[in-house]
């Protein structure tokens, strides 16, 4: 069966600080790879997507970028946080394989940018 | 430009009642929905889909509905438990893209 791991769960982090999220697939080929997130009192915004290796989409200009160093590995990075990055993030996969399927998530990091 | 809309923030529903939720779209070219639920501090999980070629998708107590012609759909719980209290988002994906765009979410209060 497929399982997605992210983490870390929480981070506390200053702002000018660098970060790094990491989210790892497991038990399937070449998905389809998301990070999305979601801030207080607000929906899911997809930030960037991937449909392989080292190719990444961005949906919305910001301070973060992606990046897809292996097949089933995808890492949501910033140089400089800013306080509105803060914020629940979620990666989330799909199977290229079926045309309707569903997204599947992980179990989010929550982001405090202070 | 909000894609997805999802106008109704909060519902509140009597246990064993049915839940509706609402959701619409602006964009034709979605082809494929889907509603999710999200408890705090957690991922969503997915609930049900359907395609845009069908009008009805049903999977227990968890019905969809889509009308293609006024670009909506709902989400019929019934019958409702203190258990789906959560936070449900409406999700869209286009024809010909990879991309799953969600609206702001409703939070489903059952009341026992």
């Known amino acids: 069966s497929q399982t997605i791991h992210q983490w870390p769960a929480t981070l506390v982090q200053p702002v000018g600080s660098p970060l790094s999220l990491e989210c790892t697939v497991e038990?399937?080929?070449?998905?389809?790879l998301y990070w999305y997130r979601q801030a207080a009192g607000r929906g899911l915004q997809l930030l960037f997507y991937s449909v392989g290796i080292g190719q990444i989409s961005s949906e919305v200009p910001q301070n973060l970028s992606a990046s897809r160093p292996q097949d089933r590995q995808f890492i949501l990075s910033s140089k400089k946080l800013l306080l509105s990055d803060s914020g629940f993030y979620l990666c989330?996969?799909?199977?290229?394989?079926?045309?309707?399927?569903?997204?599947?998530f992980g179990q989010g990091t929550r982001l405090t940018v202070v | 430009d909000q894609q997805v809309k999802q106008n109704s923030p909060s519902l509140s529903v009597q246990e064993g009642r049915i839940s509706i939720l609402n959701c619409d779209y602006t964009?034709?070219?979605?082809?494929?929905f889907l509603w999710y639920k999200k408890y705090p501090a957690e991922g969503p999980t997915f609930l049900i889909s359907i395609s845009s070629i069908k009008d009805k998708n049903e999977d227990g107590r968890f019905t969809v509905f889509l009308n293609k012609s006024a670009k909506h759909l709902s989400l019929h719980i019934v019958p409702s438990q203190p258990g789906d209290s959560a936070v449900y988002f409406c999700?869209?994906?286009?024809?010909?893209?990879?991309?799953?765009?969600f609206g702001t979410g409703t939070r489903l209060k059952v009341l026992a």
């Open positions: 999700a869209a994906r286009g024809s010909g893209t990879y991309k799953y765009i």
């Open positions: 964009n034709s070219m979605f082809d494929y």
């Open positions: 038990g399937t080929s070449n998905p389809n």
């Open positions: 989330a996969w799909s199977r290229v394989d079926r045309r309707n399927t569903e997204a599947f």
